[in-house]
């Protein structure tokens, strides 16, 4: 790994797309947060151009001239697959709109943000961005993210590997992931989204024989780890911030 430079034109400001809201902080090339994250609600109805006017605006205020960013739903080579919840246009609580999400799919966001802001942008699936910030290196790491809904992704020894998008998939009685383990079954009963967790990571971790399991997002820090009895491998609590902290590797590996 070569050493990464430590001059303050080399700082990266780290964004988080969540489907509630968007955080934003300055970080130096080791990932380490470098002021207090900032948190704004995302806006709604979140077209790609309110999105991209949104984020300009903030990263002119920075000095930083790279910029990385987790996107919440399905993303490669630079363009939107599948925007998840960013569809609705009145948040996680209201249906998907058909024309928003078309107008989403396809769309190339991280070009968009170049061009907008005029700084090296790069963009990538917020799940694979808290792998960034979390992963050790070693082993088969499956990392979960827990939020509005639910994120995967899978980093074998130290490298990222290209997982599918587990939000929309049915887990249990007929429901799927974000509908079982996403913000609002948390909120209804903390105790049934505990169980469920436990059961989603025993079976993640069986899928991809994992070594170690990672949890990561808003909701990580509401698990009782001392509950998560049988579950067959490791499994390692980390903070809202791995996201942020991950952004640095965009640039700096």
């Known amino acids: 790994m070569a050493p990464a430079p430590k001059s303050k034109s080399d700082q990266v400001l780290a964004i988080d797309i969540g489907a509630t809201s968007i955080k934003f902080c300055r970080i130096d090339p080791f990932?380490?947060?470098l002021e207090v994250p900032q948190r704004r609600p995302t806006p709604y109805p979140c077209s790609p151009e309110?999105?991209?006017e949104f984020l300009r605006q903030k990263v002119s205020r920075s000095r930083c001239s790279r910029v990385g960013v987790g996107f919440p739903g399905k993303f490669e080579h630079g363009h939107v697959v599948r925007p998840?919840?960013?569809?609705r246009p009145g948040g996680v609580t209201t249906e998907v709109d058909p024309e928003l999400d078309e107008r989403w799919r396809g769309f190339g966001l991280e070009d968009a943000l170049r061009s907008a802001t005029g700084r090296d942008v790069r963009v990538?699936?917020?799940?694979?961005?808290?792998?960034?910030?979390c992963c050790e290196g070693?082993?088969?790491e499956v990392v979960l993210t827990l939020g509005t809904g639910l994120g995967?992704?899978?980093e074998v020894n130290g490298v990222l590997t290209p997982v599918r998008d587990v939000g929309a998939e049915l887990f249990v009685e007929g429901r799927t992931y974000d509908q079982v383990l996403g913000e609002r079954p948390r909120s209804d009963d903390q105790d049934r989204w505990q169980?469920?967790?436990e059961l989603a990571i025993a079976r993640f971790a069986k899928e991809f024989d994992a070594t170690t399991v990672h949890l990561a997002g808003g909701n990580a820090r509401r698990v009782a780890p001392n509950l998560l009895t049988a579950v067959p491998c490791r499994v390692v609590i980390?903070?809202?911030?791995a996201p942020l902290h991950g952004a640095a590797k965009l640039f700096y590996t």
């Not at 998840?84 to 569809?87: F, I, Q, T």
């Not at 980390?238 to 911030?241: A, L, R, Y």
């Open 31 to 33: 990932g380490a947060l």
């Open 50 to 52: 309110r999105l991209v």
């Open 84 to 87: 998840g919840n960013l569809s």
């Open 124 to 133: 990538v699936n917020d799940a694979t961005l808290a792998a960034l910030g």
């Open 138 to 140: 070693d082993g088969v």
């Open 152 to 154: 995967l992704a899978l």
């Open 195 to 197: 169980h469920m967790l």
């Open 238 to 241: 980390n903070g809202n911030e």
